[in-house]
């Protein structure tokens, strides 16, 4: 299994748009493009948004279908203010620290970077992860990135 390197991170929660998706987790994509359609036809994008997939559930313990995940856009400070409507809701990321590992390559290989660092770093790390979801922090885009350039950020917040 490759090695990873985790640094631990002050963050603070951020507020987001989000669209829910229940089913496979590659299959979010559909939960994006529906939000981000959403906010083009708003012309809410600005030049720091940034893209964030909130992931609820465990995919070695919960089936396929029911997996629970966000897909989410953070607009700036303006987020909170937003009137939304249906599907498109109001959630947030969690503050306070994070075990933050950053993943280069395709998406369809994240699920190796979680598997090492929920079972290899967190229990050696002597640190415990929150109550709260992890959540992925997209850098780039696979619209202009070719799969292999992607990169990732993968929070877990941390008690």
């Known amino acids: 299994m490759a090695e990873y390197r985790v640094e631990i991170r002050q963050a603070h929660?951020?507020?987001?748009?989000?669209?829910?998706?229940?089913?496979?987790?590659?299959?979010?994509?559909?939960?994006?493009?529906?939000?981000?359609?959403?906010?083009?036809?708003?012309?809410?994008?600005?030049?720091?948004?940034?893209?964030?997939?909130?992931?609820?559930?465990?995919?070695?313990?919960?089936?396929a279908e029911q997996l629970h995940a966000q897909a989410?856009?953070?607009?700036?400070?303006?987020?909170a203010s937003i009137n939304v409507t249906p599907p498109v809701t109001h959630a947030s990321v969690a503050?306070?620290?994070?075990?933050?590992?950053?993943?280069?390559?395709?998406y369809a290989d994240?699920?190796?970077?979680?598997?090492?660092?929920?079972?290899?770093?967190?229990?050696?790390?002597?640190?415990e992860s929150a109550d709260a979801p992890p959540f992925e922090l997209y850098l780039n885009s696979p619209a202009n990135t070719q799969p292999a350039d992607l990169v990732t950020e993968i929070h877990v917040p941390l008690r």
Not at 72 to 79: D, E, K, N, R, S
């Open 95 to 106: 503050g306070g620290e994070h075990a933050v590992l950053v993943h280069r390559g395709p």
């Open 72 to 79: 989410c856009f953070a607009l700036g400070p303006v987020t």
């Open 13 to 63: 929660a951020i507020d987001v748009l989000a669209v829910d998706h229940v089913g496979p987790y590659p299959e979010i994509n559909r939960a994006f493009d529906t939000l981000a359609a959403w906010i083009g036809e708003r012309g809410l994008f600005g030049p720091d948004t940034q893209c964030i997939g909130i992931f609820h559930d465990d995919p070695h313990t919960t089936p």
């Open 110 to 127: 994240l699920q190796q970077a979680y598997d090492w660092l929920y079972g290899t770093w967190l229990p050696n790390s002597g640190r």
